[in-house]
């Protein structure tokens, strides 16, 4: 690991990682070249990208020789980029989510597009009720990954690219407790 | 919660720990419990009263308000497993209910029930000698003079309160007798409200003057481990108590800290809890001239809210892990000694009753150096209530720096930045 490498996955560690492990996510160091660092975002990193700028502002104040600040989830682009269009594994996942998910998650006003799909990472993202709601993790990790992993073997991981914090008509809301 | 030891539950063949985590439909806290079991390599098994049934891995509907009901059904179709968890405030009781059903160390159910009511909680300390403010408990049925009664029996100010919410809600100083009467009628309405019984008594006590903090343990083995202490530096003299401003670690002597943890292990076990998660909150009581830490509530969990996200633990683990690790009886890391990052959080309040229709000047708040995160947890569109009658913070802005100090003006100057719109 170069020093500036360590540098930035000390400053990750520091003032990144704690939230976004909070959030459903997990962060690493990709790559670093040129001044320009690809951090790689795991688990639900639709919680983490609105979060993007800041980031960036966080490990450039932290680390002077770094440039810019690329977020990448496993097997897709950069973060934001165009979903990809079609694909086997997407149009199969579409499937398996219009006859057996979004039936269910309709009684929660809730529903699950497919964002795109690369190197058998397929992206999800959660609308309506679904969107903001406290119990959507719950129904990622415990009802939809399961079941596109017994429907699609060629399914290497999901991701939920949904950005919780802006949906409006969540269906469960959190409380303080 | 727990289930000490590494054998695993008769039948099952050795494999990775199985946990049932039984997820109240409204919490903060299911994305971090199912973060923290997928790091650790736990095997899943959820209990929820909101969770659709998808056909993935088993989730397993419950009702907290039939905890005999729910627990034979848990019992009957979850399977074995090593350890049961209540990932917040609504689940704790089904989940002691559960663990005795399957004869998995836990917390007893009276236990748990002692620490979800303020007036139990007053009496099992008064019994067992814990500090704490003076108080009268007055009955539902009592006339309104009780409450007068009682205000002047503990002396003015007092504070009266419900003993069933939380959050700070239910929760009003009174300065004098009608004051005391007046917030008493208010109570009852955030009760009815809240569809709370009719039934349920009122807490009349001593206003303590004084700083407050949080202590958030493990118990284990009769002690606490402490995960974490906040100060709380903005928390009002009334006659509402928003909790707004948790610096992280404490700035008190560490001699007059050292009393609080002792005083919480002995509030935690005059309850009668034997494990897990315990938050804590007390005064320092400094009138006499020397401090003494008073309790104040206690609860059976962790950190409300999305408070824990100000915590850091040792390589990178979440307090759900901390949990969990517990919970499974496998050995928690120590958090100390070396003094962590100071932290903090700052819960934003709902500063009137309306619609939330924005929060303005987040980019700005944001960039306020040491600022780690901002989130607003309310949608917009949503209406909101103050405290008393809510329950519920517009959101969270977290914040790391050198110190704590430089923690806190991060926190206030962010929040100054914010505007909050609500019609």
């Not at chain 1, 990193?45 to 966080?58: D, M, N, Q, T, W």
């Not at chain 1, 770094?66 to 897709?76: D, H, S, Y």
């Not at chain 2, 950190?303 to 517990?326: M, N, W």
């Amino acid at each position: 690991m170069t020093d500036l490498t360590a540098e930035v996955t000390a400053a990750l560690a520091r003032s990144v990682v704690p939230s976004v492990i909070a959030r459903g996510a997990a962060v690493r160091v990709a790559d670093l070249r040129d001044g320009i660092v690809t951090l790689e975002v795991t688990g639900s990193p639709g919680a983490v990208f609105p979060l993007a700028s800041r980031i960036e502002a966080l490990i450039r104040a932290a680390v002077p020789g770094i440039t810019a600040v690329r977020l990448v989830t496993p097997g897709a682009g950069p973060a934001g980029s165009p979903p990809e269009a079609g694909g086997d594994l997407a149009e199969a996942a579409r499937r398996v989510l219009d006859t057996e998910v979004n039936p269910a998650v309709a009684a929660h006003r809730g529903h699950v597009t497919v964002a795109g799909a690369a190197d058998g990472w397929i992206r999800i993202r959660l609308e309506g009720g679904c969107q903001g709601c406290s119990l959507a993790e719950v129904t990622i990790r415990q009802g939809i990954e399961p079941l596109l992993r017994a429907r699609l073997p060629a399914m290497a991981g999901l991701i939920d690219v949904t950005d919780h914090e802006t949906g409006t008509d969540p269906f469960f809301s959190p409380e303080k407790r | 919660m727990t289930r000490a030891g590494t054998s695993m539950a008769p039948g099952r063949s050795a494999a990775a720990p199985r946990v049932l985590l039984l997820v109240p439909a409204r919490t903060y806290r299911a994305a971090g419990f199912l973060l923290a079991a997928a790091r650790m390599g736990l095997d899943l098994v959820v209990g929820s009263d909101g969770a659709l049934p998808l056909g993935g891995r088993p989730v397993i509907p419950v009702s907290p308000g039939d905890p005999d009901r729910s627990a034979r059904r848990i019992v009957a179709r979850s399977g074995p497993v090593d350890a049961v968890v209540a990932a917040d405030t609504p689940m704790l009781v089904l989940a002691a209910a559960v663990a005795a059903r399957m004869g998995l160390p836990h917390n007893p159910v009276e236990a748990v029930l002692n620490a979800g009511d303020k007036s139990r909680q007053r009496q099992r300390w008064a019994a067992a000698g814990v500090d704490q403010p003076g108080f009268e408990i007055v009955p539902a049925v009592a006339p309104e003079g009780r409450i007068r009664d009682a205000a002047e029996a503990v002396g003015f100010p007092c504070v009266v309160k419900a003993v069933s919410l939380s959050a700070s809600q239910g929760i009003l100083r009174a300065d004098d007798p009608a004051a005391a009467v007046a917030a008493a009628r208010r109570i009852r309405q955030v009760l009815d409200a809240a569809r709370r019984s009719r039934h349920e008594p009122l807490l009349v006590e001593e206003y303590l003057p004084g700083p407050e903090l949080s202590i958030d343990a493990l118990l284990a083995g009769g002690g606490l481990a402490v995960t974490a202490v906040f100060d709380k530096p903005q928390t009002p003299d009334g006659p509402t108590f928003e909790e707004t401003l948790l610096v992280t670690p404490s700035r008190l002597p560490a001699p007059v800290l050292a009393a609080a943890v002792r005083t919480a292990g002995q509030a935690a076990r005059a309850l009668g809890l034997t494990g897990g998660p315990v938050h804590a909150e007390l005064r320092i009581d400094d009138r006499a001239g020397r401090p003494r830490p008073a309790m104040l509530e206690l609860a059976a969990r962790c950190i409300g809210g999305l408070c824990s996200r100000a915590l850091r633990f040792p390589g990178g683990q979440i307090l759900e892990e901390l949990v969990l690790a517990s919970a499974l009886g496998q050995p928690v890391p120590a958090i100390g000694p070396e003094p962590a990052r100071p932290s903090g959080v700052f819960m934003l309040p709902v500063p009137r009753p309306g619609v939330l229709r924005a929060v303005e000047g987040r980019a700005d708040a944001a960039a306020v150096p040491g600022i780690t995160g901002l989130t607003i947890a309310i949608p917009v569109g949503q209406r909101v209530l103050p405290l008393p009658d809510g329950d519920r913070y517009l959101g969270f802005i977290f914040a790391e720096a050198g110190t704590g100090q430089e923690v806190e003006q991060a926190l206030l100057a962010a929040r100054d930045r914010l505007r909050v719109v609500i019609k």
